[in-house]
């Protein structure tokens, strides 16, 4: 039989055991504001290009500090929910791909998955995209998609500029899918692979074959505009079976050039003169 004392002190180490619980369990104060506000967004009472009140406001409103305050919305930032912009203060961010992005290009610098692996999820993606660009795309959107193939005709012997432009046109097949998840989803893995754009074209005029390269978003661009999306899906899957191919002649190129600017986010490199094109601001 166990003595009141044996049982008292086993009382004792259970409810130290559960005190010990419940405070590894319980969130942290900024926490608890990263999750009000989150929720907040999410019923839609902060909407997409609000300015969030003062500090000292939120920390009225929630009874914390102003380091507290501080502490959360550097969270909120971090994750893409809030951007901080001078003069105005925190502004809630629409969707944005930036998360993903850093994902991306940080599993990959990691070396956790190839370029290879990376092309063959976007392939899975972009060869869908293309599918329903060819039954949803208006006449404006095929007619940014030819503006954008006749801009990467022109630019076969330079391939960074060629890269701007062929990252646009896929962005902008994944924008005539009308799926919006879809374009998040394309505009972030193409990031860490936008070096390996650049290297396969120049394996192509290497081989003496860039006329290839051509023809290949040309075929996408009619395929789509057929507005059949077995053909364009068919089309969008040749085009990344010949990337894939060239690609891995490259011997999966480096993601980072030493020397260059990178991309102020990500760390890829990328030329400033060009950066708002990589960033998903360049117009068909």
């Known amino acids: 039989m166990l003595s009141g004392c044996t049982i008292a002190r086993r009382r004792d180490i259970v409810r130290h055991m559960s005190a010990q619980t419940r405070r590894l369990q319980r969130p942290s104060l900024p ?3 990263v999750d009000q506000l989150l929720g907040d967004v999410e019923r839609g009472q902060l909407r997409s290009g609000q300015t969030l ?5 939120l920390a009225a409103q929630f009874g914390v500090s102003r380091a507290v305050v501080r502490e959360a919305l550097k969270s909120l930032q971090a994750q893409g929910v809030v951007e901080v912009v001078n003069g105005v203060g925190s502004v809630v961010r629409g969707m944005t791909s930036m998360p993903l992005e850093q994902f991306f290009t940080f599993a990959a610098r990691l070396s956790e998955v190839s370029i290879q692996e990376l092309l063959e999820v976007r392939r ?3 060869v869908e995209a ?7 795309a208006g006449a404006a959107e095929i007619a940014g998609l030819g503006r954008l193939v006749d801009s990467m005709a022109g630019s076969l012997r330079e391939p960074a500029v060629f890269a701007d432009f062929d990252t646009a046109f896929h962005v902008a097949i994944a924008r005539a899918s009308r799926n919006p998840m879809l374009v998040l ?8 692979l936008r070096r390996s754009v650049e290297e396969g074209l120049t394996n192509w005029i290497r081989t003496g074959e ?4 051509r023809q290949i978003h040309a075929d996408v661009l009619e395929a789509i505009r057929s507005g059949d999306p077995d053909r364009a899906a068919k089309a969008m899957d ?11 002649q490259a011997g999966n190129p480096p993601m980072v ?3 260059v600017p990178s991309d102020r986010r990500t760390g890829i490199a990328l030329d400033p003169a060009r950066r708002h094109a990589a960033d998903g601001d360049l117009r068909p």
């Open 185 to 192: 989803l394309v505009e972030a893995i193409r990031v860490p």
């Open 257 to 259: 050039r030493t020397g």
């Open 130 to 136: 293309a599918s329903l660009a060819a039954g949803r």
């Open 31 to 33: 926490q608890l504001v």
């Open 124 to 126: 899975g993606l972009e």
């Open 238 to 248: 040749i085009h990344f079976a010949q990337a894939m191919q060239i690609i891995g």
């Open 210 to 213: 860039v006329d290839t390269v």
């Open 53 to 57: 009140p003062p500090e000292f406001e």
